[in-house]
Structures are given as structure tokens and as C-alpha cells.
């Protein structure tokens, strides 16, 4: 099969890759996401565009997908079963691959409850499995859920999201995914390097490092208010005491955050299967930009064109 993906292309020619985050706004404005694309341009691989986090009406990330094309970043799709029927689905697989997209991030969605939308109807008319299976099957089958041909079809890389270090953390549920068909993985944010080596090495029996290529998540804090409000409010996400030490004790916290994100991709090349870092600027892109160069992450390998709507 041909490689549509320049990500995949990354992976599956033995790169250690690089995603980043663009978050399109709450509003009709189009500049905030061509500017977080711009700053990205030969620093990440591949972007995820984000499906409304935290439940909260965001721009689409169909939308958000075109516009990072345009800048000349591969987007990653985040899809989210919360908000969706099969319909709109299979609308917003088709069109983001008209507009650019290439690989998909499918997830299942925050509850609407933590959002400024509690009253809101969750869908979930299908799992986030049925949506990896779907999308592989349309890739691969070229037939919608209905059975109908689809010709052209969108040949998306197909990505999953994983919660690592999770209190209750259930290796079964990522195999689950792989046997659904996804093609990688981006985790949580991870600080604990060490929990994360026994996490690696409890899935390396199940085979999933050879299904799967494993993206971990990385984000710099910039101080150590932020790293003590992720570890209270964002699931699975671990900080060391040490950390937030060291952030107390840093005459520049924001130098002192970058230093240590630099360590973790460190130390994260040197676990056998990780494939990548998926790396997030909490809503500061020169983070992520200062954490790519000075992890001796570039150059990036050039990416091909970009189709635009009119060629796809």
C-alpha cells in the first residue's frame, strides 16, 4: 500500500518522530491556527488538530486540518465518538481527507460534564474501536459502515491515545486498540521516566511495540504551580516530587521546565520501542520549539507536498 502519510513515513523508515499540538480557538478567527502551523513548519512531522478539548465548542478540526495543510504541517485529524453519529463520522473522514489531513487520532471524548456545555448530548453511537475499525476498513475495504462503496476512499494512518501511567491502568485496553487495527500510538503526558520504563516493559511480552508505533507525550512546565496542577487535574499524569523541586528551587522556572523536557526525550530515546514524542506546549509554542532543538531533534526529514483540495 502506498504511503500516504508523511508521519508514517517517518516511522516506518525507523525515524524517531515528532508531533506537536495546534489548538484552533473558540471563535471564527483562522490566524490562531495558522500561527501555531507557522511556528511548527520544520520543527514536527505531523500536527494534531484538536477535536474540542475539555468539551468545551472549539473551531472544527476539519476546519482546523485545512488550515494547517495550507501552512505546509501534516494534520492529524483528532476525531472524538462524543459528538459524533456514523454520518457525520463518515462526513468529516472524507472531507479532512480532501483538505489535507492524512492520519486520524481517534478518541473516545472528555465527558460533556467537565465542559462549559454540561447539558450537552453525548453520542457515542460508536465506540472509539468501531471508529478504528472503520477507518482501517475504509482504507483498506474502500465500503462505508453502510456497505456502500467509496471510491476514492480516505487511507488514513490510523492513531489511538493512551493513558500509560493511569492509577488503574489496563494494558489490555492499547491491545484492544492494535487489534482494532491502529497503526500508533500518543500517550498522556509522562515526567516519570521510570514508571514509564516498567509500563514499556509490561507491554513488550503482548507485542505491542512491533503492532504499534508508541509516540509518548511531553510537555515543558513552566513553573511549579503548573506541574502541581497537572498532577492534581490531569488523569495519569504523574510528576515527581523532584520535578516540582526542581522548578521551586530554578531561578527561571520556564529555562528550568525546557531543561528538563529535554532530559525526559533523553531518556525516552533510550527505552527499546519508543518511535517518538508526541511534544505539547500547554499554550506556549516556543516550548515546543526550544524542546525540539535542543533534544537535537533536527532537521526534520523534509516533507513531501501537501495535496490541497483540488488534487487529492
Known amino acids: 500500500m502506498t504511503i500516504e502519510s508523511h508521519l508514517e513515513g517517518v516511522l516506518r523508515g525507523r525515524g524517531f518522530g515528532v508531533t506537536a499540538e495546534v489548538v484552533p480557538p473558540r471563535s471564527a478567527d483562522p490566524e490562531p491556527v495558522r500561527a501555531q502551523a507557522r511556528a511548527l513548519v520544520g520543527y514536527a512531522d505531523a500536527a494534531n488538530v484538536t477535536d474540542s478539548p475539555t468539551s468545551s465548542p472549539h473551531m472544527s478540526a476539519v476546519a482546523g486540518s485545512a488550515l494547517v495543510a495550507a501552512e505546509g504541517v ?72 453502510g456497505g456502500h462503496p467509496v471510491d476514492p476512499a480516505p487511507r488514513y494512518f490510523v492513531g489511538v491515545a493512551d493513558v500509560p501511567l493511569a492509577a488503574d491502568y489496563d494494558p489490555a485496553r492499547l491491545e484492544e486498540k492494535a487489534e482494532a487495527g491502529a497503526d500508533f500510538v500518543q500517550t498522556q503526558i509522562v515526567y516519570d ?70 532530559e525526559i526525550v533523553g531518556r525516552l530515546r533510550s527505552i527499546e520501542g519508543v518511535a517518538g514524542v508526541h511534544v505539547m506546549g500547554l499554550g506556549r509554542e516556543e516550548g515546543v520549539r526550544r524542546v525540539i532543538e535542543e533534544a537535537g531533534l533536527l532537521p526534520r526529514p523534509e516533507p513531501k507536498v501537501l495535496p490541497g483540495p483540488a488534487d487529492s
Open 74 to 145: 501534516e494534520p492529524v485529524l483528532q476525531l472524538a465518538c462524543r459528538d459524533r453519529n456514523r454520518i457525520a463520522i463518515t462526513g468529516d473522514l472524507l472531507g479532512a481527507w480532501a483538505l489535507g489531513a492524512r492520519s486520524v487520532l481517534c478518541l473516545t471524548g472528555d465527558p460533556v460534564t467537565v465542559g462549559d456545555e454540561p447539558q450537552a448530548r453525548a453520542v457515542h453511537d460508536l465506540t472509539v474501536l468501531d471508529l478504528v475499525r472503520f477507518t482501517v476498513d475504509l482504507r483498506e475495504g474502500r465500503v462505508s459502515l
Open 193 to 262: 521516566i521510570d514508571a514509564l520504563g516498567e509500563w514499556a516493559e509490561a507491554i513488550r511480552p503482548r507485542g505491542l511495540f512491533e503492532r504499534m508505533f508508541v509516540l509518548v507525550g511531553v510537555a515543558p512546565p513552566r513553573s511549579a504551580a503548573s506541574a502541581r496542577f497537572m498532577r492534581e487535574h490531569l488523569p495519569g499524569v504523574v510528576v515527581p516530587d523532584e520535578v516540582v523541586r526542581r522548578l521551586e528551587e530554578a531561578a527561571d522556572p520556564v529555562e528550568e521546565g525546557v531543561r528538563l523536557t529535554v
